[in-house]
Nanobody, 122 residues
């Protein structure tokens, strides 16, 4: 079965940078991973997406991270990255990597999730 393993979280001061990585393994159905994304959840708050990339390389970001976060995929290494610059205390959260399916209306069916990596900005 598909496994996603995130690394790269940590503690950083406001204005600093981090790069998260997510390695995928065990997948046999490429359609189920035609979209990849990073999501985050802070204590007491709902989960929100922070960066999505589809199989054509199209990316999307919410306004809260636009211009600061960059998602990229290294398909040869089955690895997804999230470069986070100009970090703010409100970026503090558990960050998760997820795999989903591409659809005409966008990405959906985020069925596979990693265990998460903590990012703390002070």
């Amino acid at each position: 079965h598909v496994q996603l393993v995130e690394t790269g979280g940590g503690s950083v001061q406001a204005g600093g940078s981090l790069r998260l990585s997510c390695v995928a393994s065990g997948y046999t159905d490429s359609a189920s991973m035609s979209c990849m994304g990073w999501f985050r959840q802070a204590p007491g708050r709902g989960r929100e997406d922070v960066a999505i990339i589809d199989r054509n390389g199209r990316t999307s970001y919410p306004s809260s991270v636009q211009g600061r976060f960059t998602i990229s995929a290294d398909n040869a290494k089955s690895t997804l990255h999230l470069r986070m610059n100009s970090l703010k205390p409100e970026d503090t959260a558990m960050y998760y990597c997820a795999a989903g399916r591409a659809a005409p209306q966008g990405c959906k069916d985020w069925d596979t999730w990693g265990q998460g990596t903590q990012v703390t900005v002070s």
